[in-house]
């Protein structure tokens, strides 16, 4: 009973890195949005750097733009994996507290006296 009762919690545990994960990746998704419709509103003249550790480096603005495109694309996809993981884990949990609640009955109904 303890053992399944350490697997409930380390599978709260993964749940709760994943929820973690996922809101880093919207925090990540909205950042780049931003930055999307900063382009928007440039020229296309207009220069666009690109931070390398902490130097500013001039980029193309159609190559900075590309890569922004493609930074969301990979943001979106990782979010839709992070809430697969947690609609599986939130399942995975919910089948566990059941057995817990299934165990708890039969020992409650087993135990001295009974």
Known sequence: MSELGAKYQQLQNELEEFIVARQKLE????????VNEEFDQLEEDTPVYKLTGNVLLPVEQSEARTNVDKRLEFIETEITRCEKNIRDKQEELEKMRSELIKLNNTAASTGPGR
């Open 27 to 34: 925090t990540q998704l909205q950042e780049n949005k931003i």
